[in-house]
């Protein structure tokens, strides 16, 4: 097996096994010198406007993530950079589910898309790729504020409850992502994708804790405006990375709505323009928003509402017990009365954990089908079932050996053979019993003595519930690499013919080449690319105020002009592209 690269950053080297799975190679030939032209066209532009849209930290950001206008930057590069704030950086292949993209962001790394995105998709891709999550995520990140916010939402995350349906609808939202940026996509393919995700967003149900933090990293990290309403500025990911949306989100037709917790309300779909945006006054404000639904999640909750969420996810989660035992596994039942939970029953394998680590000897070896809790006090005390020593549980005739009676205040009765009791310090923690008849105050049996042995659970109170076992090496973590993979292109002579002449202007630009190499290629482009207008671009910028090649840039400005005559589509590119090679633009 290929041993995990950390790139000399320490975040990256802490990273859990669990997490590394989804981490692929970034390859040093994976981009063509396209791509790295169409790099450099979208930074020139984001530069040229987010320089005064964006949040101020997004320019000098750049320097300190790593990045440069000229060239698609190495993940070395960017750890190297993150690094001096505490961060670092991975490569991934295209979307990544929720509550592992979150994982990453508690443990301060940030994931990259390897891909970029292709020409047709240059304005805005509906797939995650390199220009969104370096150019977007990591210049904002410099900002001492805002990194700690990312890193909190991250842990909030991964403890947040997921369904099926989540898991659903990412693998539909990455099928269809991949399908859009794949060249020559059968039409109807797309269709049958779009229809899908549009099912799955019909029929979620109630939203998961997941889906609703989902919402709230959207309006935020990936399309978050600051400041006020009137002159709002862009930190916002989506946003910083997309050429197109980043200028029409300032018109007054997106309504701007200040952000609060209210922004769980509003869905996202990935594949549109956004409709709405929120303002958030200060970096701050996004961490007090998030603490506030922090507040009302399973894991602070705990209780009925927070066991309910765990039995609707299906998914192994944890049940912290008030003397901070954890069990997990999947919870099957539970019942409650006046004074709260009384009983749960999980199924499956199950283990137990104290602050985050298994137990020795009490993993899923020793609980293969489930397990069962009591909580509760004991009858005639105010004390917890775990809050007896063994001195006072032994003055109320608990000890180990047979035909052994407790009650608890609650009604509930537990008759049976008592094997052996075992504590947490001065606390109890479990009855073994080699038989037990556990009857509710009606008679109902709980569980009866003909089932056999019974290694029985025990506290007062259910103080936390979260998704995802306490120790991440006990389970699988659910979230497993989707079998839809990114299509890698596959290129044809003509299609290398374009990239050496991407090669050769950028050599020319770097002055290893004579500008006299531009003219022949130049009459490659027009006679065999006739749908080429980046290549033109990087022409008219490249001779533009040179003497010798004015007749040159002239005739590239015309044939620019006659493309946006006849290819309508490409107006704004050019014309943007244009304005910045007018502008004289330093990119410092």
Same mark, same amino acid.
């Given at each position: ?20 799975? $989804? ?32 949040? $101020? ?101 991964t403890k947040a409850m997921f369904s099926r ?69 862009? $930190? ?231 998704c995802g076992a306490a120790d991440k090496s ?115």
């Amino acid at each position: 097996m290929k041993a995990f690269q950390d790139f000399n950053n320490e975040q990256v080297k802490r990273l859990p096994e669990h997490l590394r799975k $989804y981490v692929v190679d970034q390859e040093d030939d994976r981009y063509t010198p396209v791509d790295h032209a169409l790099w450099r066209y979208v930074m020139r532009q984001n530069y040229s406007y987010l320089k005064d849209t964006a949040y $101020y930290p997004y320019i000098p950001g750049l320097k300190k993530a790593g990045l440069t206008i000229e060239k698609i930057p190495s993940l070395q590069e960017i750890n190297d950079a993150l690094a001096a704030i505490g961060w670092g950086a991975v490569t991934v292949d295209g979307f990544i589910p929720p509550a592992a993209f979150m994982e990453y962001q508690a443990w301060r790394v940030l994931v990259i898309a390897v891909d970029i995105r292709t020409l047709e998709h240059i304005e805005y891709t509906p797939a995650p790729d390199i220009i969104h999550e370096s150019a977007g995520h990591a210049p904002i990140i410099s900002d001492v504020h805002y990194n700690r916010f990312l890193s909190h939402l991250g842990a909030v995350g991964t403890k947040a409850m997921f369904s099926r349906q989540d898991h659903e609808l990412y693998e539909a939202i990455r099928s269809l992502s991949i399908l859009k940026e794949t060249h020559g996509a059968d039409p109807k393919s797309v269709a049958a994708a779009e229809e899908w995700l549009a099912h799955c967003q019909q029929h979620m149900g109630a939203p998961s804790e997941m889906a609703l933090l989902s919402r709230l990293q959207w309006w935020t990290v990936e399309y978050g405006l600051i400041g006020s309403l009137e002159d709002p500025k862009i $930190y916002g990911a989506g946003l910083l990375s997309s050429i197109g949306e980043s200028t029409s989100c300032m018109r007054p037709d997106v309504k701007k709505i200040p952000y609060t917790l209210d922004a769980v309300h509003y869905p996202y779909d990935i594949t549109k323009p956004q409709p709405q945006l929120f303002v958030t006054p200060t970096f701050e404000n996004l961490l007090e928003v998030l603490h506030q639904f922090e507040s009302s999640m399973a894991g602070s909750t705990g209780g009925a509402s927070g066991l309910q969420k765990a039995m609707a996810s299906e998914q192994i989660c944890t049940v912290v017990l008030d003397h901070g035992l954890q069990v997990c596994g999947v919870v099957a039942s539970f019942l409650e009365d006046d004074d709260g939970v009384r009983w749960i029953m999980t199924q499956g394998p199950t283990a137990l954990c104290q602050k985050d680590k298994a137990l020795p000897g009490l993993g899923v070896e020793a609980f293969p089908e489930g397990c069962h809790i009591l909580l509760g006090q004991w009858k005639d005390s105010r004390a917890g079932l775990h809050q007896l020593d063994e001195t006072a549980l032994a003055a109320r005739g608990i000890t180990p050996g047979p035909d052994r009676r407790c009650a608890l205040s609650n009604g509930i009765t537990l008759e049976g053979d008592i094997h052996q009791l075992a504590f947490q310090g001065q606390q109890l923690e479990r009855i073994e019993f080699a038989a037990v008849d556990i009857l509710q105050p009606d008679g109902k049996v709980l569980h009866a003595r003909q089932q056999g042995r019974l290694n029985l659970i025990v506290g007062s109170a259910i103080p936390s519930v979260f998704c995802g076992a306490a120790d991440k090496s006990l389970f699988d973590d659910g979230l497993h690499l989707s079998h839809k993979k990114t299509q890698k292109p596959i290129y044809s002579e003509q299609d290398l013919q374009y990239h050496q002449a991407f090669a050769t202007i950028r050599s020319v630009r770097e002055g290893m080449r004579g500008r006299q190499e531009l003219y022949g290629t130049w009459e490659i482009i027009r006679e065999q690319f006739p749908n080429d207008w980046l290549w033109a671009m990087e022409l008219a910028e490249i001779t533009a105020g040179e003497e010798t090649d004015k007749s040159l840039h002239q005739d590239v400005r015309r044939h620019l002009a006659n493309k946006i005559t006849s290819s309508p589509q490409y107006e704004k590119l050019i014309k943007d592209g244009l304005s910045i090679i007018d502008q004289k633009l330093v990119f410092e």
